[in-house]
């Protein structure tokens, strides 16, 4: 919002001028470098560095200004106030264009946040450039989209995709979330989700949870790929997100049948169903399902696919880190030799399968050769062979089962690896590979990752973190009429 406070006041046009031939000489200087591009006696003379800090210095000394900006917010009395220039404020911003076309003192409203912000924002409207951190980057984004500075707005979305890993002390990807919902910013959204699904057991214990609003709670529990150590961690994370936040009973019933109950343990829904308050207040909307939990826990997983449709997500694991359901795997020196380890898990979710083990050989390769680039004789010299160059593998990782059985029957695998990196001094999941029984390698593993260097973001300690999960999934085979 803006209001006309005074008049332009007739002053001088040289300061004026002379920016508007600053930045002409940056068009000149382009014009002649495509000119001389082919002469071998062309030269580039560049004094940008000083035209920045002579453009800093116009902001800073308000010299042959020709517009001011009054800023005021209710977190002060006073407004900031701004001695500008309307071409180089007009240049960068539309709004900026249209304010000051028939007007030279220009009153804005701003939030505290924002109005914080703003000798920021208009340095960055002068040099081009501009610092933030955390806890600016939605002000700053704020101020982009308000006054349609497009290209800042870009440059704060994209650091905030780059900087999900970073620590804070009350957490910032939730709130972050919230807000690109808020503005329609479907990428870092999506970035935002992806972030909180493969690290939520981080997100689950700190304070950021007890801010996740219902729309992205129901979001996240809908997902299958949440990594966690398992359904029971994220239902006691529910219920404390519920007593804190005591949604209306439709809202909170909602949250509930969206525990996947078959995938925890019958010993510990009895335990649920005796101590969790939340459960007992909420027992009718739910109690469907935990009875449908123990009846697939008692029945043979044959025996239960007949009368209950299993191929849905309630039967559906999601990528629990729990011992059962797969293996750690640190690599040293990844891209020396080929590895190979082993690991068991159980056979499937349900008690009936409880004591049941299937053991999986994994192998792993750093410089795997597809069949197109393998070495070949030519035809144009007997005996030659092409050239291979190391560089021309790629990472490999093949997952199989040791042996078959009659109990798997029924039962498929999708295979989940999940690399870990370390951002800003936290180790989290930032890649997760999946692929099922019908194929035993994900066939983009590590496609752009670069083992050979050690500074590569995929190693940590020049070591490949790696968690295999295997996922079990029943099938329904025979309809049987009830």
Known sequence: MARLTGTRPVATRRWGCAAAFLLLLFTVQAAQKADFSGDSTAATINHSLTLLQRLQELLQNGNGSDSVLRV???????????????????????????????????????????????????????????????HQAIPMHQLASKYRVWGLQRGVAEYMRTHLASESSQGHVVGWYHYAARVGDTALQESCLQFLAWNLSAVLGSAEWGSVSVELLLLLLERSDLVLHSELELYTAVEGWLSRRQPEAPVAERVLRAIRYPMIAPSQLFRLQAQSAVLARHRGAVQDLLFQAFQFHAASPLHFAKYFDVNCSMFLPRN???????????????????????????????????GKRVTWNVLFSPRWLPVSLRPVYSDSVAGAIQPVRIEDGRPRLVITPAMSSPDFAGVSFQKTVLVGVRQQGRVLVKHAYSFHQSSDEAADFLAHADLQKRTSEYLIDNSLHLHIIIKPVYHSLIKVKK
């Open 320 to 354: 629990y880190l729990a011992p059962s359901w797969g293996s750690q795997w640190v690599i040293t020196n990844p891209a020396r030799d080929d590895r190979s380890t082993s690991f068991q898990t159980q056979l499937g979710p349900s008690s009936h399968d409880a």
């Open 72 to 134: 005021r917010s209710a977190a002060s009395d006073e407004p900031k106030v701004f001695h500008t220039h309307q071409l180089l404020l007009s240049l960068q911003s539309e709004v900026f264009e249209s304010l000051l076309r028939n007007q030279s003192v220009v009153t804005l409203y701003e939030p505290p946040e924002t109005a914080a912000l703003f000798e920021k924002f208009i340095r960055y409207l002068y040099c081009g450039g501009v610092s933030i951190l955390l």
